[in-house]
């Protein structure tokens, strides 16, 4: 068996070898996960650029997440469309891996990268269930200079709320050095609506940072976006509780707003990163009882939740660069070896790739190609069964094509 770092040799000589024949494209997903645990908490980028458009819930309902950043003293945006008065930091590059969307910009002398992790990594289930994500800036000068550099970052109480006529109410605490936000909707009707188009409004939104380089505050977007141009800053208050509810009714959101201070910025690169979390309280409802989340089952609470996720994210970083680029490899290599007519040689990289990512269709459908091309049909059978199991109506029905191709006796 190759070694890792063999295998990723492999695939950049096969990728040069696509690139050099001219079939290789730039990958443009349709959305792009920013933060994707379940249903409720899943949040996407359906445009082009980052800055194209406000963050959207799969349903296509705005959840605004917004991201300015400001080089020696201008302010330029990253992320959402509003304020349109704010110039753009030029995008460069939109990575989409399995466990991480890489967004990078370059303009005014710097380069910033704008990391979105979900670690749904399938061999932990205590990872994967935990609703925790992290939203990591990574600074460095481009032009050999040494560059003043702050990053603003506020999320919406419209990832609480069902409706925008839902009031929101808020709260901050200290939880060993972390700065935590919170923010759930007033009313919190627990499971109390069924249906499709339809966003959680009960449980709470929290961020947290650490380190002294971070404020916080809990404000109107306008208000806050309006004095990080000015100054670099954010309100040296929170709002009263009764003027966010007001807000709400005027159509002025309240936000859980952060700037980080990246401080002088030279060819080395700075890195800071926000932990966002969701506790839904309970999460669905079985046979009349509502049941709480998996990662509760021990006692846990918000607090603790937040704990771990701050303590393990320097490891499932690391974990999850590490698998992203296993699964690529095994995956990419499988694909291409299919793709050149060498299916025996694919089955075992199509076979990692499975054992990697067991709930990926994508890769039981190429393994069941490889198995069917090489004469094993019975096998190719079971992976076939295993994606009209977990895909999309789409892939089930190339996997059912596939299927009466190998078997012209089915109906």
Same mark, same amino acid.
């Given at each position: 068996?190759?070694?890792?770092?063999?295998?990723?040799?492999?695939?950049?000589?096969?990728?040069?070898?696509?690139?050099?024949?001219?079939?290789?494209?730039?990958?443009?997903?349709?959305?792009?996960?920013?933060?994707?645990?379940?249903?409720?908490?899943?949040?996407?980028?359906?445009?082009?650029?980052?800055?194209?458009?406000?963050?959207?819930?799969?349903?296509?309902?705005?959840?605004?997440?917004?991201?300015?950043?400001?080089?020696?003293?201008?302010?330029?945006?990253?992320?959402?469309?509003?304020?349109?008065?704010i110039p753009v930091?030029?995008?460069?590059?939109?990575?989409?891996?399995?466990?991480?969307?890489?967004?990078?910009?370059?303009?005014?002398?710097?380069?910033?990268?704008?990391?979105?992790?979900?670690?749904?990594?399938?061999?932990?289930?205590?990872?994967?269930?935990?609703?925790?994500?992290?939203?990591?800036?990574?600074?460095?000068?481009?032009?050999?200079?040494?560059?003043?550099?702050?990053?603003?970052?506020?999320?919406?109480?419209?990832?609480?709320?069902?409706?925008?006529?839902?009031?929101?109410?808020?709260?901050?605490?200290?939880?060993?050095?972390?700065?935590?936000?919170?923010?759930?909707?007033?009313?919190?009707?627990?499971?109390?609506?069924?249906?499709?188009?339809? +966003?959680?409004?009960?449980? @709470? =939104?929290? %961020?947290?940072? /650490?380190?002294?380089?971070?404020?916080? !505050?809990?404000?109107?977007? $306008?208000?806050?976006?309006a004095l990080f141009?000015?100054?670099?800053?954010?309100?040296?208050?929170?709002?009263?509780?009764?003027?966010?509810?007001?807000?709400?009714?005027?159509?002025?959101?309240?936000?859980?707003?952060?700037?980080?201070?990246?401080?002088?910025?030279?060819?080395?690169?700075?890195?800071?990163?926000?932990?966002?979390?969701?506790?839904?309280?309970?999460?669905?409802?079985?046979?009349?009882?509502?049941?709480?989340?998996?990662?509760?089952?021990?006692?846990?609470?918000?607090?603790?939740?937040?704990?771990?996720?701050?303590?393990?994210?320097?490891?499932?970083?690391?974990?999850?660069?590490?698998?992203? +680029?296993?699964?690529?490899? @095994? =995956?990419? %290599?499988?694909? /291409?070896?299919?793709?050149?007519?060498? !299916?025996?040689?694919?089955? $075992?990289?199509?076979?990692?790739?499975?054992?990697?990512?067991?709930?990926?269709?994508?890769?039981?459908?190429?393994?069941?190609?490889?198995?069917?091309?090489?004469?094993?049909?019975?096998?190719?059978?079971?992976?076939?069964?295993?994606?009209?199991?977990?895909?999309?109506?789409?892939?089930?029905?190339?996997?059912?094509?596939?299927?009466?191709i190998m078997d012209?006796?089915?109906?």
């Amino acid at each position: 068996m190759l070694s890792s770092t063999n295998i990723v040799r492999l695939l950049a000589l096969f990728s040069l070898a696509m690139l050099l024949s001219g079939q290789q494209k730039e990958f443009r997903p349709p959305a792009a996960p920013l933060i994707a645990h379940d249903p409720y908490f899943s949040i996407w980028s359906m445009a082009d650029r980052l800055a194209d458009d406000a963050t959207r819930h799969w349903t296509r309902t705005v959840q605004a997440l917004t991201s300015l950043a400001r080089v020696d003293g201008k302010t330029y945006r990253i992320m959402r469309r509003e304020p349109q008065q704010i110039p753009v930091l030029p995008q460069t590059r939109l990575q989409v891996l399995p466990t991480r969307t890489i967004y990078d910009f370059e303009g005014s002398g710097i380069r910033i990268t704008l990391t979105f992790l979900t670690p749904a990594l399938p061999q932990d289930l205590d990872i994967l269930s935990r609703p925790a994500s992290y939203i990591t800036g990574e600074v460095q000068s481009a032009d050999g200079r040494v560059h003043a550099v702050e990053v603003y970052f506020d999320a919406s109480s419209d990832l609480v709320v069902n409706s925008p006529d839902q009031p929101a109410v808020w709260s901050r605490s200290e939880l060993g050095g972390l700065k935590v936000l919170r923010i759930g909707s007033q009313e919190q009707p627990i499971l109390e609506k069924h249906g499709d188009d339809l +966003r959680i409004d009960w449980g @709470y =939104l929290y %961020i947290a940072a /650490l380190g002294p380089d971070v404020s916080e !505050a809990v404000t109107d977007s $306008p208000r806050a976006k309006a004095l990080f141009q000015e100054c670099g800053c954010l309100p040296n208050s929170d709002d009263l509780m009764d003027d966010l509810i007001a807000h709400r009714q005027r159509r002025r959101v309240p936000v859980l707003a952060y700037r980080l201070d990246f401080g002088k910025v030279g060819a080395q690169p700075v890195a800071k990163y926000l932990a966002l979390a969701y506790d839904d309280v309970f999460s669905i409802e079985y046979l009349n009882r509502r049941l709480q989340p998996y990662w509760r089952r021990n006692g846990a609470d918000a607090a603790d939740l937040l704990r771990a996720a701050v303590s393990n994210y320097e490891s499932l970083s690391a974990k999850c660069k590490a698998f992203d +680029r296993e699964l690529m490899a @095994y =995956l990419g %290599i499988g694909k /291409l070896s299919l793709q050149s007519g060498r !299916a025996k040689e694919a089955i $075992p990289f199509l076979q990692r790739a499975v054992q990697l990512l067991p709930n990926r269709p994508k890769a039981h459908y190429l393994l069941a190609q490889a198995l069917i091309q090489t004469g094993q049909a019975e096998r190719g059978k079971e992976e076939l069964a295993k994606v009209e199991k977990i895909s999309s109506a789409k892939q089930r029905r190339d996997a059912q094509v596939l299927s009466r191709i190998m078997d012209p006796a089915q109906k």
